[in-house]
């Protein structure tokens, strides 16, 4: 018998090579970035290469998605600045301490969130919000780091018709060095983008690292010492009067690192096919901030540009956040002294590149093409640019709800009527051919029945049942409503109990099995089950009618 020869399967190829350079290319890539996010949280240089390394070490050993890159991101710097500056009145040591115990205590909030298993958190924040609240913190960083570019100071706050105001004012202060220094690198990183493989943050700093010497010498601040091993001791709790305060900024913490964390880990899942465990992610997130806190770090999570730069970088694995986690540590222990003599103005330069991407109003054209949402859009932006960060974000967050309640509050009812002698039932209003049938009203709430649109939808179909004549039945298609809350029961029986005093049939077509549930639960006589069985409108109408003994009924 012929012998055959099993088929060669080829091996995958190593890909560690493709992670170790990633890491190499990220590390190199955040370090620049983490210093220059220690200055929008007005914290130590030290705190942001403790937050990366961190981060990145962390997600890297804990985490599932292969590209995330988890380290300070610009957004919750500026709201742990906000916060901090509020809780401390503006004393600096108080502030540092404030930090640690505010990033600790968001890593907690996101600890028990992950226990609860409310990996759907992040939805609170529409996009139309996040997009709009982005925009809005772009323009407040890039204006807040004007001042370091310009080599000015007595610029303070997150209020931006106040910073424009102060920046005009020391206009004549400006330093010809420090801001000539910050052009140059703002040049330099917008023209690397078009060179893929030139690093324009690491070109920048070793430019103004070099030059640093005669830099100071003209008056240009440099970024100063790092002390890693500073004896800051354990985050204070804090005081009874701060405990109310402090948690509403570590939940504000929570929202927006989740959010912005949780679309760029799900979006580079999605691109490549993997699978995401939000629950997950929001722990491995939660051990993260509290290490980084307790070490007097900044909060971290998963940044979409530093996200996308691994992916580009050519990462394969979680191997490329630990290479990164590496390769940080050994940076800084290496080249500590020329991190501390990177200039301000480059560092001021590198952050307002990195929140120049946010600055595209090219992200609110489709939500004006769809004319959908677009208030909810410009009040994000306008909240951030007038009330501050962290108020601007909570008052967009509860701007969104309030629309979105409008909305669902607001009684929208269609009538329906036949579509060319089919059985498809459609609005008259949007579907002039369609013809409602004769001595019959059926309709449709365009909205879940709830508490707050129960009431005045059933009183437009009042409105309705009185305008018609000859009326012998009403169908009321509840395919919008999955369950009924009580005020909606209550409304649908004295709804029936109405229409039964004039001699009219209610027969409810179209309901999920939970509200169908609730309302035999009522055992209301004027529905009884064979009022509730219409699978479709269709069923509704041909159906015969209700006799007396079945009105009468009541079920158990």
Not at 61 to 76: E, F, K, N
């Amino acid at each position: 018998m012929p012998t055959t020869t099993p088929p060669v399967v080829a091996k995958a190829p190593p890909t560690w090579h493709l992670d170790l350079i990633a890491g190499l290319s990220v590390a190199g890539l955040l370090i620049p970035e983490a210093v220059a996010y220690s200055g929008i949280a007005n914290l130590p240089p030290q705190a942001g290469v403790i937050a990366l390394f961190v981060g990145l070490a962390t997600y890297g050993l804990l985490g599932r998605s292969r590209y995330a890159i988890v380290s300070a991101t610009s957004s919750s710097a500026a709201v742990l600045a906000a916060g901090t500056l509020a809780l401390s009145g503006g004393d600096n040591v108080s502030r540092v301490a404030l930090a640690g115990t505010l990033v600790l205590l968001g890593g907690v909030c996101f600890l028990i969130a992950g226990a609860l298993r409310l990996g759907g958190l992040s939805h609170l924040i529409a996009r139309p919000v996040l997009r709009g609240y982005t925009f809005g913190l772009a323009c407040v960083i890039a204006l807040k780091q004007l001042p370091h570019l310009m080599g000015v100071a007595n610029v303070h706050g997150d209020f931006a018709p106040l910073l424009l105001a102060q920046l005009a004012r020391v206009l004549p202060q400006v330093n010809a060095a420090a801001l000539g220094a910050g052009v140059v690198a703002l040049l330099l990183l917008f023209a690397c983008e078009y060179l893929r493989r030139l690093p324009g943050s690491l070109v920048a700093i070793a430019l103004g690292v070099a030059m640093s010497g005669w830099l100071a010498a003209h008056g240009v601040a440099l970024t100063g010492p790092i002390q890693l091993a500073a004896d800051l001791g354990w985050p204070a709790w804090p005081h009874s009067d701060q405990w109310l305060p402090s948690v509403e900024l570590a939940a504000a913490l929570l929202l927006i690192l989740y959010a912005e964390s949780y679309s760029s880990i799900r979006g580079f899942a999605l691109k490549h096919g993997d699978a995401v465990n939000s629950n997950r992610d929001l722990l491995v997130l939660g051990v993260a901030n509290v290490i980084s806190g307790a070490l007097h770090g900044m909060p971290v999570g998963a940044g979409y540009s530093g996200t996308s730069a691994n992916e580009a970088s050519g990462a394969r694995s979680r191997l490329a956040g630990l290479v990164g986690a590496a390769s940080v540590l050994v940076l800084v222990l290496l080249a500590l002294r020329g991190i501390e003599r990177i200039p301000q103005p480059v560092l001021a330069a590198i952050v307002i590149h990195a929140v120049s991407k946010s600055l595209r109003v090219s992200v609110f054209a489709p939500y004006f093409r769809w004319h959908r949402d677009r208030l909810v859009l410009l009040a994000a932006v306008v909240a951030v640019l007038s009330l501050g960060i962290l108020n601007g974000l909570l008052f967009a967050i509860a701007f969104s709800l309030v629309m979105l309640l409008r909305q669902l509050a607001t009684p929208r009812l269609g009538v329906l009527g036949r579509l060319a002698e089919g059985h498809d039932f459609v609005d008259v209003a949007q579907h002039p051919d369609a013809l409602q049938v004769p001595g019959m009203l059926i309709v449709r709430p365009e909205e879940p029945l709830f508490f707050a649109n129960a009431e005045p939808m059933l009183a437009q179909a009042r409105h309705r049942v009185e305008a018609g004549q000859g009326l012998g039945r009403v169908v009321l298609s509840l395919e919008e409503s999955p369950d009924l809350d009580g005020t909606s029961l209550e409304s649908l029986g004295d709804f029936a109990a109405w229409l039964a005093a004039r001699g009219i049939e209610l027969r409810v077509a179209r309901l999920k099995d939970d509200a169908r549930d609730a309302l035999l639960r009522m055992a209301l006589p004027q529905l009884p089950p064979q009022a509730l069985d219409d699978w479709s409108v269709e069923d509704a109408v041909s159906a015969p009618p209700l006799t007396t003994s079945s009105v009468k009924g009541n079920p158990q």
